[in-house]
């Protein structure tokens, strides 16, 4: 279903940040449904791009600048229009490849280089902008949002969660060590665990979604009053 018309044609631009099994997809998703404006999940310009690298056997390392190159050229399209985020890869559909776990290893090794980051931080922003220009906002989500790609952000949001909680979500008992660990590494790249003036800080270790999307929501009314509808 696409995105359902509004009364309110104020721009609003939602911003999350938050480690690994925090919550951010499933909130973004559905704070999105309720504000009417499309899901865009960041992360996957940056797994789109691992997946180009190994479909085209490019050194991960970029000591030859091969992926700095890729992250430039790789032919990858982003549709919002649906509301989700949907990722087209020389042609092909690929949003469900983007998720696998060879995919979640992969990530980190090209999303470490700093000329790579600035390239797709470009690239993200380019999605925003449009989306922006195109639905009157965006919910957005991914790694340094509200720190890099989106700082002036109208709502900025970042979310934590315990090790347990973290480790429950992901369904596997060294879960919880795995996030934080994943987390540590995209820390070297992105310090997006802190959050900066005007970010709100939600705790998700003991709430349900259920229970977690009307405060969000609530916070972003309180703030923007016209986009309670």
Not at 77 to 84: A, F, I, K, R
Not at 102 to 120: K, L, Q, T
Request: hydrophobic share 45%; glycine share 6%; charged share 25%.
């Amino acid at each position: 279903m696409g995105i359902q018309p509004r009364r309110t044609r104020d721009c609003l631009v939602v911003a999350v940040d938050g480690g690994v099994a925090t919550g951010k997809s499933s909130l973004c998703f559905a704070v999105a449904q309720q504000l009417r404006l499309p899901y865009f999940n960041a992360g996957l310009l940056y797994r789109a791009l691992a997946l180009w690298c190994v479909n085209e056997g490019l050194a991960r390392d970029n000591t030859d600048g091969a992926v700095a190159d890729a992250a430039h050229n790789y032919p990858v399209l982003v549709s919002l229009d649906t509301g989700s985020t949907v990722i087209t890869l020389a042609g092909e559909e690929v949003s469900s490849r983007l998720k696998t776990d060879e995919i979640s290893r992969i990530v980190p090794e090209v999303a470490r280089h700093a000329e790579v980051r600035e390239i797709m931080t470009a690239r993200q922003r380019a999605v925003v902008s449009k989306a922006v220009s195109t639905f009157e906002g965006v919910v957005i989500d991914g790694r340094d949002a509200t720190t890099v790609v989106v700082p002036d952000a109208d709502v900025k949001i970042l979310l934590v969660a315990d090790h347990d909680a973290r480790a429950a979500r992901i369904g596997t008992p060294e879960g919880g060590a795995c996030a934080v660990e994943r987390d540590a590494a995209d820390s070297l790249v992105s310090d997006f665990l802190r959050p900066r003036h005007g970010v709100a800080v939600f705790d998700t270790s003991h709430l349900r979604l259920e229970d977690l999307v009307p405060q969000v929501l609530a916070y972003i009314y309180r703030h923007h009053p016209a986009w309670r509808e």
